[in-house]
């Protein structure tokens, strides 16, 4: 039992480029999200999707897109990075969008835009 | 949106000792969780409090719904929870967007 797998873990990009990370979850969860975490802060939503064929913003959505592929899979695409993304990304999945869903994380993707 | 902060920001601790740490919250919630992050940036869930009182081992949480703000307690700190502390809420207005606090980062020495 995996939980919440992310590829890649490590990623170097250059100004302008593109990339999609991968989220995948084994738990039959309903809810995906993505997450964003700088030196020494918070994490910041950016988008969620609170079941299957839904995807909405978060607190930081510039910049970025999603796609609920299906119910195990939740990505995250970069059209043209930018340095402001370079950052730490989690997913994460609950069982439900609402009252009490427990998040499970992803050990996370380290993504370095020069 | 609903503001969460966290204090303190920063926690040094000798083994053994005990701490407190706060999670305050802007608007009314219906989920309210504690994470630890390790030194090698994993998150773990510690406990789903939306209200009440639970206890895990050394460390327990409490949720004042009503005043909008919980505690997290660890005693006799070990140097394996050092790390950063965060709360993260899901506010009753907010849809399904968990938002977390800044954190507390906890530094515990031998």
């Known amino acids: 039992n995996a939980g919440v797998t992310q590829t890649p873990k490590f990623q170097v990009l250059k100004t302008g480029q593109s990339m999609t990370l991968q989220c995948a979850q084994d738990?039959?969860?309903?809810?995906m999200y993505w997450y964003r975490q700088d030196p020494g802060m918070g994490l910041r939503l950016i988008y969620y999707?609170?079941?299957?064929?839904?995807?909405d913003k978060g607190e930081v959505p510039n910049g970025y897109n999603v796609s609920r592929l299906n119910k195990r899979e939740f990505s995250l695409r970069l059209e043209s990075a930018a340095p402001s993304q370079t950052s730490v990304y989690f997913c994460?999945?609950?069982?439900?969008?609402?009252?009490?869903?427990?998040?499970?994380f992803g050990a996370g993707s380290r993504l370095t835009v020069l | 949106g609903i503001q969460v902060e966290q204090s303190p920001p920063d926690l040094i601790l000798q083994e053994g000792a005990n701490s407190t740490l706060r999670c305050n919250f802007s608007?009314?919630?219906?989920?309210l969780q504690w994470f630890h992050q390790n030194p090698w940036g994993q998150l773990i869930n510690l406990f789903y409090?939306?209200?009440g009182t639970k206890q895990n081992g050394r460390l327990s949480a409490t949720t004042v719904a009503t005043e909008r703000y919980s505690l997290l307690y660890i005693s006799s700190s070990q140097t394996t929870d050092s790390g950063v502390y965060f709360c993260?809420?899901?506010?009753?207005?907010?849809?399904?967007?968990?938002?977390f606090g800044s954190g507390t980062r906890l530094s515990i020495r031998p």
């Open positions: 608007d009314s919630v219906n989920n």
């Open positions: 999707s609170a079941s299957e064929g839904t995807t």
């Open positions: 993260a809420v899901l506010a009753y207005s907010s849809a399904s967007k968990i938002i």
């Open positions: 994460a999945s609950s069982l439900t969008s609402s009252g009490a869903n427990v998040l499970t």
């Open positions: 738990m039959n969860h309903n809810s």
């Open positions: 409090i939306p209200s």
